[in-house]
């Protein structure tokens, strides 16, 4: 099976297209506060000028389930991305309202007890897949740091759900990340920029191909 590729907070046609053009399967949006924020109106517009073939994930934080089937909705969104413990409930009703055509993506930032908490995750049927991603005191996502790959090794390889490697994955690594976690699919943010918000053409095209070739 293929390597599922993400290129995430996009802000703008331009980079979007970049993800389509170098083979990518997604292209992502934060919702959320963040510096690469975007609202419902600029998704709407982009996601316009997108080949129906790439996949167009919403990323959302302490959001509700009105503000997200509403962004869902706006933007013809064929996937959320849940950074944030929003109970068993949300993808349940997230499931119900939009049905299998939505892929639902539950984040799991890699921490002590991240066993713990991902068996949960595998168990809600809600939830395609679980990616799990590294954090700061700062940041919930977007970091630029790796998560250890070593210790997450035996996490990706027992889970009976999709897993998702994200978090400090860069053009020069991803062969690396794959290779160890042996992930259903990647997802990259800020590796891929030449600054902030704004990608990097080379950069997600090495990403892209680097990973594909890692398979």
């Known amino acids: 099976m293929s ?12 980079d979007a297209k970049l993800a389509v053009d170098a083979g990518a399967d997604a292209v992502g949006f934060v ?23 790439i996949e167009r ?17 706006a933007c013809g969104l064929t996937g ?8 068993e409930e949300l ?18 930032h890699y921490t002590e007890d991240a066993t713990e908490k991902a068996a949960i995750l595998a168990a809600n049927e809600a939830v395609d ?3 799990v991603d590294s954090r700061t005191p700062a940041a919930v996502g977007g970091t630029g740091i790796p998560f250890d790959w070593d210790a997450a090794a035996s996490l990706f390889r027992s889970r009976g759900k999709k897993m998702i490697a994200a978090g400090g994955l860069n053009p020069s ?19 891929v920029e030449i600054r902030l918000r704004c990608k990097d053409p080379g950069k997600v ?6 990973a594909r070739s890692a398979q």
């Not at 349940?92 to 993506?105: K, Q, V, Y």
Request: proline residues 4%; contains cysteine; positive net charge.
């Open 91 to 108: 993808p349940a009703m997230l499931r119900e309202r939009f049905g299998g055509s939505l892929r639902i993506l539950h984040v799991l």
């Open 57 to 73: 994930i919403g990323v959302f934080v302490d959001a509700t389930f009105g503000t997200i089937e509403s962004a869902v909705t």
């Open 31 to 53: 919702f959320a506060r963040s510096p690469r924020q975007v609202n419902a109106e600029q998704v709407a517009g982009i996601a316009a000028h997108l080949p129906s073939t």
């Open 129 to 131: 897949a679980i990616l």
């Open 80 to 87: 959320v991305q849940l950074h944030f413990d929003g109970g």
């Open 173 to 191: 690594n991803v062969s690396e990340a794959i290779t160890k976690l042996r992930p259903w699919g990647v997802d990259v943010a800020s590796g």
């Open 205 to 210: 095209g090495a990403f892209v191909k680097n």
């Open 3 to 14: 390597l599922w590729v993400k290129i995430c907070a996009n802000t703008s046609l331009a």
